[in-house]
């Protein structure tokens, strides 16, 4: 059984969309395990890089935009760590870049749908 779609009329409901997440995500060179917790914790998602793990808290989240943007932010955090970008001097300073990225990223797509459409014919396999 579905949930009700989303009050901002998105179209799908956040707790729908997280159940559609895939598992393992290629980040870098590494595969990334994606978590989806139980329970409730205010920052909503929570990257471990060396475990290369995702952790998806999705209770109370608003709304399907917002999942995105939550999932968008962790793997930014883990881009951040695989790619071997100069370290932050502090958490905090790391945390505004990562979520400054995860903004315009979501405004990005949601502004621009065939954007999103280009890119991925852009980016299929080539025949060889």
């Known amino acids: 059984m579905t949930s009700a779609p989303s009050p901002t009329g998105e ?22 395990r994606i978590k989806i917790a139980t329970g409730d914790n205010d920052a909503w998602g929570e990257t471990e890089a060396l475990k290369q793990e995702i952790t998806i808290w999705p209770e109370d989240m608003p709304s399907a935009h917002f999942c995105v943007g939550i999932v968008l932010h962790e793997i930014l955090h883990a881009l951040y ?35 999103l459409t280009w890119i991925k014919r852009g980016l299929k396999p080539c025949k060889i």
């Open 11 to 32: 179209g799908v409901a956040a707790s729908d969309l997280i159940r559609t997440l895939p598992r393992k995500l290629k980040i870098g060179a590494y595969d990334w």
């Open 81 to 115: 760590s695989v790619d071997w970008l100069e370290p932050a001097d502090t958490e905090a300073k790391e945390e505004s870049i990562v979520a400054g990225y995860e903004r315009g990223l979501v405004a990005l797509f949601r502004d621009n749908p065939k954007l």
